[in-house]
């Protein structure tokens, strides 16, 4: 497959997923296709495992690259991954992973979004990230440190940010009026259906925030 067939089949599990991104996993060297003569990349399917293996365990398991290579090289010493088989299950990755209850060292967070120390320490100041002593950080700061880095890249400044944080409270507190009458509630099925009613919230909030800004930008670019 080409590398645009093989971004096909990712975006369908992994929206996020860019050609860039790709190439970046090739160049870490957790993927390494086959070239052609005239230098295009050509993915198998086992290629393809793996870079399912990747993506799945980075956005459930948060795990920095370094480690993820290792249990790739672990499982292939121990058993090869047949070429026809579509996907690999990350170890332990069976049931995503509560970002809250992850903890992501310091320098796994650097590693792994490419932010600077001083990057961090500036995210904590403006409040947008949170580290737990002794410098551990949980799955949602990892998103957030990651975003923020590629939002500089384009050239938006941390400053800006703050429009960021002030609408994300925003919105937190018209959900939390939502969700006060289940909250309320003892019963543990209350609140189960607050956790999955949040889920919710949470997933249309993204899609209605999408959907908001192509259409601004359409609009913008005279699409």
């Known amino acids: 497959m080409s590398i645009g067939e093989v971004l096909a089949h990712l975006r369908t599990e992994f929206p996020d997923t860019t050609i860039s991104k790709l190439r970046f996993l090739e160049a870490e060297g957790l993927v390494d296709p086959q070239r052609t003569a005239s230098g295009y990349r050509k993915y198998s399917w086992n290629d393809v495992a793996r870079l399912r293996f990747v993506l799945t365990a980075q956005r459930d398991q948060y795990l920095p690259l370094r480690v993820i ?4 090289d672990r499982m292939e010493s121990e058993e090869p991954v047949a070429p026809s088989r579509p996907a690999l299950v990350a170890v332990g990755a069976e049931k995503a992973a509560d970002p809250s209850d992850t903890r992501v060292p310091r ?14 320490d500036e995210l ?12 551990w950080y949980d799955g949602d700061a990892v998103v957030i440190v990651e975003a923020v880095v590629g939002l500089t890249k384009y050239g938006l400044e941390v400053r800006h940010l703050r429009g960021f944080r002030a609408a994300a409270d925003r919105e937190v507190g018209l959900f939390t009026q939502l969700l006060a009458p289940l909250v309320r509630q003892s019963d543990p099925a209350a609140r189960a259906r607050a956790n999955e009613t949040a889920r919710d919230l949470q997933a249309l909030s993204q899609r209605l925030h999408a959907a908001l800004v192509r259409a601004g930008l359409r609009g913008e670019l005279g699409r």
């Not at 290579?69 to 790739?72: D, G, H, M």
């Not at 904590?124 to 410098?135: H, I, N, Q, Y």
Request: net charge negative.
């Open 69 to 72: 290579r290792e249990q790739l």
């Open 107 to 120: 320098e796994d967070v650097m590693e792994r979004t490419g932010a600077p120390a001083e990057l961090l």
């Open 124 to 135: 904590e100041r403006m409040g947008l990230v949170t580290a737990r002593p002794p410098g």
